[in-house]
């Protein structure tokens, strides 16, 4: 039996708008961690880059459904959100939720670079 606490997925897909450029996002992606960090059951973020579709991705834990929909009302009037959603391109966002089908799972041995 897993130990491991249920967790919600909250992945979010998106463009930049015409002109902002990678340093003018990341820049602002702090605010939303430290937003992130003060909400009720945050558990984990990650913000990535796929230079193949030029598209950013930012993947965040929730510890319940619930939980990850309200920040997610939540995060639309938050000053510390508004910056970084100021330079998102909003007809390219895809957000999704998904709730965990499997434990997760990890390297049994590190990875050789």
């Known amino acids: 039996m897993s130990t491991e606490q249920p967790r919600v997925l909250e992945l979010v897909v998106f463009k ?5 450029t990678r340093e003018d996002l990341l820049a602002t992606a702090d605010g ?15 913000l990535s880059y796929s230079p193949e579709q030029d598209k ?5 834990y929730w510890a319940s459904l619930e939980h990850a929909h309200t920040a997610a009302v939540a995060a639309q009037t938050s000053t510390d959100c508004a910056p970084m959603f100021g ?3 909003m007809d390219s966002v895809e957000m999704l939720h998904g709730e965990s089908a499997i434990a997760p799972a990890v390297a049994i041995a590190p990875a050789v670079a």
Request: aromatic fraction near 10%; charge should be neutral; glycine fraction near 4%.
């Open 16 to 20: 930049l708008r015409d002109g902002v």
């Open 32 to 46: 939303v961690t430290h937003w992130a960090r003060r909400q009720p059951c945050f558990v984990s973020r990650d």
């Open 56 to 60: 950013w991705i930012d993947v965040v």
């Open 87 to 89: 330079l998102i391109d």
